[in-house]
């Protein structure tokens, strides 16, 4: 499904979805979590062809027994995977041969996804299958094999691969290179959002300036204080939800889509309520809520 559509029909004004699941480090419990995930409401999964830390199979296993049981059709849920670099894969449990060249690691790798994520279980329907999002998983050692990597990818697009993207990306120099070198820019950046990267500010301005959708990951996990800030504090106690929630929220509001990796299916259910319930509190207290995200800025070094 198209991104800004599911977020036009998810949150309306905000722009973006409220959470992206994400299925790393799932193992076999993969299916089950993420059916339960898409029938608490999530719409967009995040997996990746790295079998040390995803198994995408199973994630495909889960959406086609969510298709079929009709919770959701496929043109209503964004898809997203990774291709996985040599670097980032076990040599011994892996889609493709790593000795092989890139083009064919590539064109490996996908082959892969698309069996693994298609519509429904007979084979037929690879023939069907595409791919919301393909991201890079994390760049090569040198911005040309990086570059020429992703113009790999970019032979995929538009019918198989939607959009294209890139994850674990810090130097802003990097990116900007990619841009400038790529015929189809990427409609996604997915980092770790936390105080060791400045929480990208600049490398997130530069995306908002160029319509790239900022993925975060480790939102929670990666910053034990801003959960115990001010503003988040703040929100959580104005709206009545969660601390967690209230970050969350306040991470929404800068344009960014987070990744959400809950085991908990009443958290997957409230973590979507609560959401729900900070948007109508700022529909009803939008001052105290401008003020709140001018703090969270300043506790994140914002300054825009």
């Known amino acids: 499904m198209?991104?800004?559509?599911?977020?036009?029909?998810?949150?309306g004004t905000t722009g973006y979805p409220p959470f992206i699941y994400g299925t790393a480090w799932k193992k076999e419990d993969s299916t089950r979590l993420v059916t339960e995930a898409i029938s608490a409401g999530f719409r967009a999964i995040d997996t990746a062809a790295q079998p040390k830390h995803y198994r995408e199979e199973l994630v495909g296993d889960a959406l086609r027994e969510c298709f079929e049981k009709g919770i959701v059709k496929r043109e209503q849920i964004f898809v997203q995977t990774k291709f996985t670099p040599p670097h980032g894969q076990d040599k011994s449990n892996m889609p493709y041969d790593h000795s092989a060249p890139v083009e064919q690691q590539i064109h490996t790798s996908v082959a892969s996804s698309l069996e693994n994520l298609r519509p429904e279980a007979t084979l037929a329907s690879i023939t069907d299958s595409y791919i919301d999002s393909l991201v890079i998983h994390s760049p090569y050692e040198t911005t040309q094999e990086t570059i020429a990597a992703y113009k790999l990818l970019e032979s995929y697009v538009p019918k198989r691969v939607r959009s294209l993207?890139?994850?674990?990306?810090?130097?802003?120099?990097?990116?900007?290179?990619?841009?400038?070198?790529?015929e189809i820019k990427p409609s996604f950046i997915q980092n770790r959002f936390y105080p060791q990267t400045n929480h990208d500010v600049e490398l997130r301005k530069y995306c908002q300036e160029?319509?790239?959708?900022?993925q975060s990951f480790w939102t929670l996990t990666g910053n034990p204080k801003l959960l115990a800030s001010e503003p988040v504090q703040a929100l959580s106690k104005l709206a009545s939800v969660s601390k967690e929630v209230a970050l969350y929220s306040l991470v929404i509001s800068l344009g960014i889509a987070p990744l959400n990796g809950t085991t908990n299916v009443g958290r997957m259910k409230s973590d979507l309520e609560d959401l729900s319930k900070v948007r109508n509190w700022t529909n009803v207290y939008g001052e105290k809520w401008g003020t709140i995200v001018t703090q969270f800025k300043d506790a994140i070094g914002q300054k825009d």
């Open 2 to 11: 198209n991104f800004q559509g599911l977020a036009n029909e998810k949150l």
């Open 165 to 182: 993207g890139i994850s674990n990306i810090y130097n802003l120099e990097h990116l900007k290179a990619l841009c400038d070198e790529v």
């Open 210 to 214: 160029n319509g790239i959708v900022y």
